[in-house]
């Protein structure tokens, strides 16, 4: 029987608050709640956004281009195993608490922009924040693309959709940092 029947099969769970203790319980909700920084009461997107930066600066010196490229990847991977796992046990398709997503999303950012200077960074982390809440255009097609409704199962899809919309707010960022760099180099 697959994780999905037997889900299906159980009755619909209360939506789960983010606390230190769920945090704790298992190594996928430390992943997906950014270690802690997306138990921030206000903005967890955004402390999560800030937590991510902050990592890539202490791990950007030690890893080559294609060492910082397997990160991302098994970042992916594991990260939509531990947003999956998190988001079923916290009863919600997309928990706020949940910030792996901009963490993977904002890693690849910096890694296609680097190097670069604080304010360059600074305009990066803006223009991302930007994408991942308000979700204009793409991003919110992508928001909505893999969201199951309230009381139904969460599956592997919406573990995918977690991080998907991200990833179109970072490609979003991206593309208008290009073009700011086409016109204005």
Same mark, same amino acid.
Do not use: N, S
């Given at each position: 029987m697959n994780d999905t029947m037997v889900i299906a099969s159980e009755p619909a769970l209360a939506p789960r608050r983010p606390t230190v203790r769920l945090l704790l319980s298992h190594p996928a909700h430390a992943i997906a709640l950014g270690f802690g920084s997306g138990l921030s009461p206000v903005a967890p997107g955004t402390v999560g956004t800030l937590w991510a930066w902050i990592a890539f600066l202490v791990l950007q010196p030690y890893l080559a281009t294609l060492e910082m490229?397997?990160?991302l990847a098994v970042s992916f991977f594991v990260g939509w195993w531990a947003c999956t796992v998190t988001a079923r046990a916290m009863a919600m398709?997309?928990?706020?608490?949940?910030?792996?997503?901009?963490? +993977?999303?904002?890693? =690849?950012?910096?890694? %296609? *922009?680097?190097?670069?200077?604080?304010?360059?960074q600074a305009v990066a982390f803006a223009l991302f924040r930007y994408?991942?809440?308000?979700?204009?255009?793409?991003?919110?097609?992508?928001?909505?693309?893999?969201?199951?409704?309230?009381?139904?199962?969460?599956?592997?899809a919406q573990g995918f959709g977690i991080l998907?919309?991200? +990833?179109?707010?970072? =490609?979003?960022?991206? %593309? *208008?940092?290009?073009?700011?760099?086409?016109?204005?180099p």
């Open positions: 490229a397997a990160l398709p997309d928990p706020g608490a949940i910030v792996w997503d901009e963490v +993977l999303a904002f890693w =690849l950012v910096l890694w %296609l *922009v680097m190097p670069a200077g604080l304010l360059a994408f991942d809440a308000a979700k204009p255009g793409p991003v919110a097609w992508a928001d909505r693309l893999f969201k199951g409704r309230r009381g139904q199962p969460i599956g592997w998907f919309d991200d +990833l179109v707010a970072a =490609l979003c960022t991206l %593309l *208008v940092i290009a073009g700011w760099r086409w016109f204005w």
